[in-house]
């Protein structure tokens, strides 16, 4: 399976004061690639996930790159889970979480069916993941975020393009974009931002086992003739996280090469 390289820690970048990120399922994936790219840039990363096993890998991977990190296990569905290991990464960051990284969600298991065929079960399931566990997370790490805390939630460019057989899926990121929106008038009174991305289909390890494909799927349609790479993402969670972005909250920032424009 082809992989995407992960920016050079040794490349120059400007010091962020040893600032501490959560980044939900990063046991792989997109997530692992947001705690390399963050770990590039001088954070300290908190990879939290399920995947305990997974978690473990990502921080080796940081580590190895000169990088810090520590893992978590993390349910983000569940009230207890969130606000234990919010407390946790608190303790790994001197006491404050800076930046919030929603990226956990259920993507490459959901079966594709038109609406009235999707098992209600399975809707829950991707409902109280997607949609759910961003709000658990955030309401659990909002009593650490100071002044300048960042909030960066996942959507998915398919909300735009209404990609179908996909409802439940489309629908739950659908929800975090009113969340995010929501979010950002109540956080703002704390200084803290909010914004969601919204990637187009990303040549991860779950999109390469989603379709035979993925390096050429949509590619015809971008203005930018190449399939997204996760650096492409990181680039985009890299610059909300930061000092440029400072007046940019509710927003969602479409990362799709030009697929479609909104």
């Known amino acids: 399976m082809p992989t995407s390289p992960v920016r050079s820690m040794s490349e120059p970048t400007a010091p962020v004061g040893g600032r501490t990120v959560l980044v939900t399922g990063a046991a792989g994936g997109l997530g692992r690639a947001f705690a390399l790219g963050f770990a590039g840039r001088g954070y300290r990363v908190a990879v939290a996930d399920v995947n305990t096993e997974g978690s473990a890998d990502t921080v080796r991977l940081v ?4 990088g810090t990190a520590e893992a ?18 608190a303790a790994f960051g001197d006491g404050r979480i800076d930046v919030v990284v929603n990226n956990a969600a259920i993507y490459a298991t959901i079966t594709r069916a038109p609406f009235e065929d999707i098992d209600p079960a399975e809707w829950d399931l991707v409902m109280n993941v997607n949609l759910k566990g961003p709000w658990l997370v955030t309401r ?7 002044e300048g805390g960042r909030v960066i939630n996942l959507a998915s460019a398919t909300i ?40 187009g289909f990303t040549l991860t390890e779950a999109s390469y086992g989603h379709m035979e494909n993925a390096e050429s799927y949509g590619v015809d349609r971008g203005a930018l003739k190449r399939p997204c790479e996760p650096e492409d993402i990181v680039g985009a969670a890299l610059f909300l996280a930061g000092s440029d972005s400072a007046y940019v909250t509710g927003q969602t920032l479409v990362v799709d090469g030009g697929r479609q424009f909104v």
């Open 63 to 66: 580590r190895e790159a000169g």
């Open 160 to 199: 735009f393009s209404g990609s179908e057989q996909w409802l439940h899926y489309v629908a739950s990121k659908g929800g975090t974009v009113a969340m995010t929106r929501v979010l950002a008038k109540e956080l703002g009174r704390r200084s803290i931002t909010v914004n969601a991305i919204a990637p």
């Open 140 to 146: 659990a790490c909002s009593p650490y975020l100071t």
């Open 72 to 89: 978590f296990r993390l349910d983000v569905t569940n009230i207890d889970s969130t606000e234990e290991t919010a407390a946790a990464v």
